[in-house]
C-alpha cells in the first residue's frame, strides 16, 4: 500500500468514526444543557448542567423513567434467556440431525425475522386484550421472541456446525447419554456462540419501541423505549428535549459496556455466521 493510500484511508476511517458518533455527541451535549440552554444552538453546552439527570432519576420524570427502566432490564433478560435456550435446541437439531424439512425451517426462522413487525402488532393488541395479555410481561416477552429466536437460530446454527462431531461420539462411547454428552460436552464448546448470540438478542429486546409502545398502557410493563415518547416538559411550552436525551444516554450506557466487554465474541460470531450460514 502506498502512501497515499494509506493516507486515503486513515482519512475515510476518521470521517466514518466522526460520522458514527456525532449523534452520540449531540446527544451527550443536549443531556448536559440547562432548559435555558437547549436552543443556543451551540454543540458544547455553555455551561454544565445535571439537572435533566436529576429530572429523570429523583425529579418529576422518575416515576416514568424507573420503573421503565425496571421492567427493560427483566423484559429484555427474560426473553434473551428463553431465545438462547430454544435456539440452542434448535440449532443442535439444525447442525446434527438429519431429518426432512430442515433448510425449511431455517427458510421460515430468516422470514419471520424480515417480517415488518408494525404489520402484526394491530392483530396482536386485539389478541392480547382478549386473552388478559394486554400490557404484562408476558405480553412483550412472547413478541420479543419472535424478533429474537431467528437470528439467534441462525447464529447458534452457525456454531454447531464447527463442533467435531467426533467428541460428541466419543463420550458416547465412554458411556454417556446423549442428553449428558449435549450438557457436558456441546454446550460448553459452544460457550462463545451463546454468548454472541445472547447479546445480539439483548440489543433486539432492548432496542424494540414499536411492540412497546402498542402492547403497554401503564408502569406495570412499558419498557424505556416507549416510556421516552411519553416524556412532557414543565410546561406546554417548554420541550422534554433535556430529559430525553439524558434517559436516551443512561439507556445506552448498558449497550456500551455489553458491546466493550465482549466485542471479539460478537465479531466472531458474525463472522462465523457469514461465513457458515
Known amino acids: 500500500m502506498s502512501t497515499r493510500e494509506r493516507v486515503l484511508w486513515i482519512v475515510a476511517g476518521i470521517a466514518i468514526v466522526v460520522y458514527a458518533l456525532f449523534p452520540v455527541g449531540w446527544i451527550v451535549s443536549l443531556s448536559l444543557k440547562s432548559s435555558d440552554d437547549i436552543a443556543n444552538k451551540q454543540f458544547l453546552p455553555t455551561s454544565v448542567s445535571w439537572s435533566n439527570y436529576e429530572q429523570i432519576l429523583v425529579g418529576d ?49 430468516l422470514a419471520v425475522a424480515i417480517f415488518p413487525v408494525i404489520s402484526i402488532v394491530t392483530p396482536l393488541f386485539n389478541l392480547w386484550r382478549q386473552i388478559g395479555l394486554y400490557d404484562t410481561w408476558p405480553g412483550l416477552i412472547i413478541p420479543y421472541l419472535s424478533l429474537t429466536l431467528p437470528l439467534s437460530i441462525w447464529t447458534m446454527s452457525a456454531f454447531f456446525r464447527e463442533i467435531p462431531w467426533e467428541m460428541e461420539q466419543a463420550a458416547q462411547v465412554d458411556g454417556a447419554t446423549t442428553w449428558q454428552a449435549f450438557r457436558k460436552v456441546i454446550v460448553p464448546l459452544a460457550t462463545p456462540g451463546v454468548f454472541t448470540t445472547a447479546i445480539l438478542a439483548f440489543f433486539i429486546a432492548w432496542n424494540d419501541f ?50 466493550l466487554i465482549f466485542q471479539r465474541r460478537i465479531v466472531a460470531g458474525l463472522t462465523n455466521g457469514a461465513v457458515k450460514g
Open 210 to 259: 414499536a411492540y412497546g409502545i402498542s402492547l403497554t398502557s401503564t408502569g406495570a410493563s412499558r419498557p424505556v423505549p416507549a416510556a421516552l415518547g411519553l416524556f412532557s416538559g414543565a410546561s406546554q411550552f417548554e420541550s422534554p428535549y433535556g430529559p430525553i436525551a439524558a434517559a436516551a444516554v443512561i439507556v445506552t450506557i448498558p449497550v456500551v459496556v455489553l458491546v
Open 61 to 109: 420524570a422518575a416515576e416514568l423513567f424507573l420503573p421503565a427502566l425496571r421492567n427493560s432490564f427483566g423484559i429484555c433478560i427474560i426473553a434473551t434467556f428463553l431465545a438462547c435456550v430454544l435456539s440452542m435446541f434448535a440449532a443442535y437439531a439444525i447442525a446434527r440431525l438429519d431429518f426432512r424439512g430442515k433448510k425449511l425451517i431455517l427458510s421460515t426462522a
